[in-house]
T-cell receptor, first 115, second 116 residues
């Protein structure tokens, strides 16, 4: 089945540690996105990538990093510089491309808790 | 600037009632796209509909219907004969032609409770 997988579903980390969230898609989509969702809030864009080996900062990129070495993979690292990392993280992908309003498809999310 | 406003933070209705979720958007562009997504308790966002700015025809899909009115910059979503399984957070979203990176701007969502 085509889709987006995120792992793990729940993640706990100690303060001061970096942690990497996985996102894989087999939809052959060019564009991928990372969002953060806090309780009662909408989705805020962290990073996005339109093509392999290229990515752009979203609205709240500070304290996060990404890579896009393969088309199907877009891992997100939450660094110790992120002051309030406890949140629900959603990965999404879309077929591409600028200006055509493609819908995004979402993974099941990873809930990160910093202890 | 792009903006999506969902003024209803939370709505509760009794099963089988009809319910309308409001969405008001702002954009300077004449070409834009509007979306609705559903987020059930499991957390994954489910795509429901996409509408482009040139098509104001209302759409119906089963118990779901959407009313797009450019004159009021609204794209409202109605669930007819609601069911408990409709309980979720619903997001309205916007993407416009000025947006060269296929970014979507989401509203803050409306949490819908369908009471049995």
């Amino acid at each position: 089945d085509g889709g987006i997988t995120q792992s793990p579903k729940y993640l706990f980390r100690k303060e001061g540690q970096n942690v990497t969230l996985s996102c894989e898609q087999n939809l052959n989509h060019d564009a991928m996105y990372w969002y953060r969702q806090d309780p009662g809030q909408g989705l805020r864009l962290i990073y996005y990538s339109q093509i392999v080996n290229d990515f752009q900062k979203g609205d709240i990129a500070e304290g996060y990093s990404v890579s896009r070495e393969k088309k199907e993979s877009f891992p997100l690292t939450v660094t110790s510089a992120q002051k309030n990392p406890t949140a629900f993280y959603l990965c999404a992908s879309s077929i591409a491309f600028a200006g055509v309003g493609n819908e995004q498809f979402f993974g099941p999310g990873t809930r990160l808790t910093v202890l | 600037a792009q903006k999506v406003t969902q003024a209803q933070t939370e709505i509760s209705v009794v099963e089988k009632e009809d319910v309308t979720l409001d969405c008001v958007y702002e954009t300077r562009d004449t070409t834009y796209y509007l979306f609705w997504y559903k987020q059930p308790p499991s957390g994954e966002l489910v795509f429901l509909i996409r509408r482009n700015s040139f098509d104001e025809q209302n759409e119906i899909s089963g118990r779901y219907s959407w009313n797009f009115q450019k004159s009021t910059s609204s794209f409202n979503f109605t669930i007819t004969a609601s069911q408990v399984v409709d309980s979720a957070v619903y997001f309205c979203a916007l993407s416009d032609d000025l947006n060269r990176d296929d970014k979507i701007i989401f509203g803050k969502g409306t949490r819908l409770h369908i009471l049995p």
